[in-house]
Nanobody
Framework: QVQVVESGGGLVQPGGSLRLSCAAS????????MAWYRQAPGKERELVAE???????TYADSVKGRFTIPGNNVKNTVSLQMNNLKPEDTAVYYC?????????WGKGTLVTVSS
């Protein structure tokens, strides 16, 4: 069983920054990939950024240049550094870990961008 837990959400003003963290635990050695998704009210869940083990992060067009997955040597963890936040970034952010074709989701953390 794999547990995924996100942290770091909150309220931030437009133009501000926030850093989300995610950690997976359980009977695993190393996940194949970790990713961040988000779901805004009334919208479908969308992929924000993904990091495949051993590869470079990829990003949705809507966040390129503003969001990054920092380098990390800690196994089964991933962060999302969010800069220059916009009101349209308001959403519940979910972390997903993938292992051997199985996806494991966290419960999400709310990010609200508002003045």
């Amino acid at each position: 069983q794999v547990q995924v837990v996100e942290s770091g959400g909150g309220l931030v003003q437009p133009g501000g920054s926030l850093r989300l963290s995610c950690a997976a635990s359980g009977s695993i050695f190393a996940l194949n990939a970790m990713a961040w998704y988000r779901q805004a009210p009334g919208k479908e869940r969308e992929l924000v950024a993904e990091k495949i083990t051993g590869g470079r992060p990829t990003y949705a067009d809507s966040v390129k240049g503003r969001f990054t997955i920092p380098g990390n040597n800690v196994k089964n963890t991933v962060s999302l550094q969010m800069n220059n936040l916009k009101p349209e970034d308001t959403a519940v952010y979910y972390c997903k870990g993938t292992l051997s074709g199985m996806n494991y989701w966290g419960k999400g953390t709310l990010v609200t961008v508002s003045s």
